[in-house]
């Protein structure tokens, strides 16, 4: 049996194993160098899962922590890869890296960067072989006492010992990824789906040959007059070939729109997720549905237009060489190329159409959705006389530009190809009036001009796909560029947890001088020199007019916005070494309350939601220690599931004390060593609001709160 132990990495090369996976399975690691893995990162799950995270992700690459239940074990040594795996009670700490399964085997990058092969059962019993041995004793009293037969105890072992260590957790494994902010291309490379598209492309030409020769078989039996049964026997052999081949171009297009539409959607929710306050603060609930629905647009119009697109060059190059070796070979292809022209310059003018039409669609999609939002304040505040000015001239040029997009939609998918069909039958008749023309030759150009025909009519399918999707893709383009964005990273030793600092209590947690900034389009500065140091534990009661920029200042603190001039440092480093994870990680804000959510989850989703999701269990008992001190005990009590219970629009319905409660326990539940609370106290009685203050001056370790005076 192979010794694992000899494959393992130590925690010191913890650092160069992650970036020799990474290379090693085409993941193209950024060339830097990562520091020795200190061992204080052995001390807790947590603190190691965290450095690991920050290590890769200096790197380049995501390292996506992995839970491994003895269930699951097994289809996690099969699948995983690459991928990391912390061996158990391994003195000192050891890890494997897989790199994926090939034909019953694991691949493992040894620590010469030499590949071993190791059997995935070897690999699961080392993994669980601490769990299972001190049950081992009992189940082989239990087996010998029922007298199951020897060939068959193996297996009923394994029964119960899966019954009896189902959810037990095995250990700590991590999948190593490319980031969604990455190449889009090297994602393509990665998912092999270009390969898979020229396969695709091979199959559909092997195809269409298949089918022509079938053809041919048949109709020179037919104009010779030779239709016996050896013609019609491989004229059906040809066709019964052709099958393999329509399941395989299937499959290929089943995985290809799949694999492409998860990357995609994947990078627009990545690309969503780091759009900067400014660039949305401007934007209605209406114009975020909006780019929802073309999302969607992007993905299903691309994808059936690409493919309608690439059947359409098959077919065309093939009809073309078949046009060439029939009647008037050098007319008719000059004739099919000027026509293709003209099927693009018909797109073309369908996409102008289009773009109109959608400008227009997504315009009265806004306005319609921000008056439902609304609405309420419209019946109460508006004269009722008011309530439909200018819906009916919105509705006359929505059809005024539907009805243009309409005929051109209709030149393109209706007059390209029937006008080639009579372009190629008229070249046809004038071939066959001025020159002796054989009857299969005929035969022939007839053949190309129908399969020139169908071909054009996926073309001009294909290109309406195509314009929509292009049309769509302007609307989510900001998504997908703003995932390329760069990042602030941070070495490893700075990103993994607030505690790698030294514990000062003399230190400056935060340092502010001379911070200037201003919105974007604004020419006055919101704040301009402004100033400030924070020492660990202080309290700072921060008061100001309203506009007067509050919020902005503590949005500069916690991460959220860059100040355009000026220096800000977190315990002495600014935050180009911290990273923003990093910074956000030590500095937490609860925003104001337009500017805080409850999710349509669970209660303990919205709490936990900063800290660690899934939780464990003692997260879900902290959070509702927490929510009890907070005074939400009677509304956890009140709640059917409690910290399970549905929440949000669709969900429990919250009041708004109970909202403003939620938002501070899932600031103190971060565990960061600054909080920001902006005015998190406004909307509680007396009582409440002693009650809650309490809580979080016992639990802040540095705190900052926003009120008015």
């Known amino acids: 049996m192979t010794d694992l132990a000899t494959l393992a990495w130590t925690t010191a090369e913890l650092g160069t194993a992650i970036e020799a996976l990474a290379r090693k399975c085409g993941l193209a690691p950024r060339p830097v160098q990562v520091a020795a893995a200190p061992a204080a990162i052995l001390q807790n799950s947590d603190a190691l899962s965290q450095w690991i995270q920050a290590a890769a992700e200096w790197l380049g690459v995501d390292a996506e922590p992995l839970a491994m239940p003895y269930h699951a074990v097994d289809q996690f ?185 998860v990357l995609l959607k994947q990078r627009l929710l990545y690309g969503a997720l780091r759009l900067q306050p400014e660039e949305i603060r401007r934007q209605g609930v209406g114009q975020f549905l909006g780019r929802v629905i073309e999302s969607e647009a992007v993905e299903s119009m691309a994808l059936s237009g690409g493919f309608l697109g690439l059947v359409a060059a098959v077919e065309l190059v093939i009809s073309a060489i078949i046009l060439g070796v029939g009647a008037g070979s050098v007319l008719h292809v000059f004739l099919l190329l000027g026509w293709i022209v003209v099927t693009l310059v018909l797109s073309w003018r369908y996409f102008e159409r289009r773009r109109q039409w959608t400008n227009a669609r997504l315009q009265m999609t806004h306005d319609l959705v921000e008056r439902m939002v609304g609405h309420r304040t419209r019946l109460v505040q508006e004269p009722r006389e008011h309530w439909h000015d200018g819906e009916d001239q919105e509705l006359e040029r929505y059809q005024e530009i539907s009805t243009k997009m309409d005929r051109a939609a209709a030149r393109l998918t209706a007059f390209s190809p029937r006008g080639w069909l009579l372009l190629g039958i008229s070249g046809v008749t004038y071939t066959f009036v001025t020159t002796e023309t054989a009857p299969v030759t005929l035969a022939i150009t007839l053949g190309g001009i129908l399969l020139a025909y169908r071909a054009l009519r996926r073309l001009a399918a294909g290109l309406w796909n195509i314009s929509d999707a292009a049309i769509s893709w302007q609307q989510v383009a900001q998504l997908f560029q703003a995932a390329a964005r760069p990042q602030a990273l941070a070495p490893p030793i700075f990103g993994f947890s607030p505690e790698s600092l ?7 947690t935060v340092e502010a001088h001379d911070l200037v900034f201003h919105y974007q389009g604004r020419g006055e500065a919101v704040l301009h020199g402004c100033t400030l140091s924070v020492q660990l534990g202080e309290r700072l009661l921060l008061e100001g007019a309203s506009g007067c920029g509050k919020s902005t200042f503590a949005s500069l603190l916690s991460g959220m916005r860059l100040p355009n001039s000026g220096l800000l440092l977190l315990n002495g480093l600014d935050r180009n070494t911290l990273g923003e994870d990093g910074w956000r990680h030590r500095i937490v804000s609860a925003p104001q309350f337009h500017e805080n959510h409850v999710l349509t989850e669970s209660f303990a989703f919205n709490l936990l939601m900063g800290r660690r999701w899934p939780p464990r269990q003692e997260d879900l008992q902290e959070a509702e220690v927490v929510c009890r001190e907070l005074g939400l005990g009677e509304l956890l009590d009140r709640m059917p599931a409690g910290l399970l219970q549905m929440v949000g629009e669709t969900g429990w319905q919250l009041s708004h004390g109970e909202r403003s409660r939620l938002y501070i326990a899932r600031a103190l539940l971060q565990g960061s060593e600054m909080m920001i609370f902006d005015e998190s106290f406004a909307a509680l009685d007396p009582e409440t609001l002693r009650q809650s203050l309490s809580c979080v001056l016992r639990r802040a370790p540095t705190l900052m709160v926003i009120a008015h005076p």
């Open 502 to 508: 030294p514990s000062d209590g003399n230190r400056k």
């Open 77 to 261: 040594v099969r699948g995983a890869g690459p991928a990391l795996i912390r061996l158990p009670d391994q003195e000192p700490a050891s890890f494997l890296l897989l790199i994926g399964k090939t034909r019953g085997t694991v691949s493992i990058l040894s620590r010469d960067l030499s590949i071993e092969k190791v059997r995935a059962e070897v690999i699961r019993d080392t993994l669980c072989c601490s769990l299972e041995a001190p049950l081992a004793p009992e189940m082989d009293r239990l087996l010998e006492v029922t007298g199951i037969s020897p060939r068959r105890q193996k297996m009923v072992r394994a029964a119960m010992m899966h019954e009896r260590l189902r959810d037990r957790q095995v250990g700590d494994g991590w999948l190593l990824r490319l980031p969604p902010g990455g190449s889009f291309w090297l994602q393509l490379r990665h998912a092999r789906l270009p390969q898979r598209l020229l396969l695709l492309a091979g199959m559909h030409t092997a195809e269409y040959v298949l089918w022509i020769l079938s053809w041919w078989l048949i109709g020179r039996a037919a104009l010779e007059g030779r239709f016996d049964h050896g013609w019609l026997l491989g004229w059906g052999l040809l066709l019964l070939t052709l099958v393999p081949f329509l399941l395989l171009t299937t499959w290929l297009q089943g995985v290809l729109a799949i694999g492409g539409g």
